[in-house]
């Protein structure tokens, strides 16, 4: 079944620069990369997703890009601000299912 | 606005009861998932339900079976609670159709298994 791998589990940033976390998958046949936001005490939330045929998509400062032959897809984060810090998830679709990575923590510093 | 209501927020519980989580959707989705989430392990599937009576396991089982008698409300439920059942416990259904849109997840319902 599919495995999702995801890293780093913890990750701080300067406010203001990038910050990236990267996931790697195992099935061949997951063609949906959803990635998740989930503040302190909050449910998941969807914050852009990717499809296997395309390599890249762009919202706002959030940018996501899909490696297919290699099974990677990361997610980058531009110009980081306080309110990015949460805990982000990764995941793939398996059989109609989604299957999450374990999460990264991210801390934007002051 | 897709709607997914979890009874109870938070729900202490002794060794050895039956536990029942409630899932409610307004959405009239064939597909309801039921997740646990623990510090360090992400979101693991317990077991989801393709439609009324139907029930598949999901990777982590063991320990619980569920219910969906009603199209908008799939119940998890815990026969003997144990100690290691202690976790947040997040209900989902698609958000969108054809499998783009990823889930909308309850609020969550935090269990302390004491």
């Known amino acids: 079944g599919e495995n999702v791998e995801q890293h780093p589990s913890t990750l701080s940033v300067q406010e203001g620069d990038s910050a990236v976390i990267k996931c790697t998958y195992s099935d061949s046949a997951s063609n949906y990369f959803p990635w998740y936001k989930q503040e302190l005490g909050k449910r998941p939330q969807l914050i852009i997703d990717i499809r296997s045929n395309v390599g890249e998509k762009k919202d706002q400062r959030i940018a996501v890009t899909l490696n297919k032959t290699a099974k990677h897809f990361s997610l980058h984060i531009t110009e980081t601000q306080p309110e990015d810090s949460a805990v982000y998830f990764c995941?793939?679709?398996?059989?109609?299912?989604?299957?999450f990575g374990k999460g990264t923590r991210l801390h934007i510093l002051p | 606005d897709v709607k997914v209501t979890q009874s109870s927020r938070y729900l202490v519980k002794r060794t050895g009861e039956k536990v029942f989580l409630e899932c409610v959707q307004d959405?009239?989705?064939?597909?309801m998932f039921w997740y646990r989430q623990d510090p360090g392990l992400g979101l693991r599937l317990i077991y989801f339900?393709?439609?009324?009576?139907?029930?598949e396991k999901g990777d982590i089982p063991e320990g619980y079976s569920v219910s969906r008698e009603k199209k908008e409300r799939f119940s998890l439920i815990l026969e003997s609670a144990s100690t290691n059942q202690t976790s947040m416990y997040l209900c989902a259904i698609p958000s969108g159709t054809g499998g783009i849109g990823g889930y909308t997840f309850g609020s969550g319902t935090r269990l302390t298994v004491v």
């Open positions: 959405m009239d989705h064939e597909n």
């Open positions: 339900s393709y439609d009324v009576k139907m029930k």
């Open positions: 995941a793939a679709d398996r059989d109609d299912k989604i299957i």
